[in-house]
């Protein structure tokens, strides 16, 4: 396995999901869907053959930083992500509860 540095995460708009990337390969992604204040993630995935080695946990942390970045909130529908938010407190501040009544 190479370094985590190795890898990159990029946003690809057009097919509304975050990737983890070494060079060109997409190993891994998170589908989204986004309104203007709100990121749903749906669905996260790695490849078989990169499980285990912490590539969704960059791929979660990388985006839920650029979600923090741009002010939005997010809603995990996606267990993965749910259960990520839940094991780091520090990005429990993103989820999205509802409108205040």
């Known amino acids: 396995m190479?370094?985590?540095?190795?890898?990159?995460?990029?946003?690809?708009?057009?097919?509304?999901?975050?990737?983890?990337?070494r060079g060109r390969k997409v190993l891994g992604w998170s589908a989204y869907e986004q309104t203007s204040e709100l990121i749903v993630f749906t669905h996260t995935e790695v490849t078989p053959k990169e499980e285990g080695h912490?590539?969704?946990?960059?791929?979660?942390?990388?985006?839920?930083?650029?979600?923090?970045?741009?002010?939005?909130?997010?809603l995990?529908?996606?267990?993965?992500?749910?259960?990520?938010?839940?094991?780091?407190?520090d990005y429990a501040d993103l989820v999205y509860h509802g409108p205040v009544q």
Request: aromatic share 8%; hydrophobic share 35%; with cysteine.
């Open 76 to 89: 995990p529908v996606c267990p993965f992500v749910k259960e990520w938010i839940s094991r780091h407190d």
């Open 54 to 74: 912490g590539l969704g946990s960059l791929l979660v942390r990388t985006t839920l930083d650029h979600v923090r970045d741009q002010g939005m909130q997010v």
């Open 2 to 21: 190479d370094t985590l540095a190795e890898y990159e995460v990029v946003d690809n708009p057009e097919r509304r999901r975050f990737e983890v990337r």
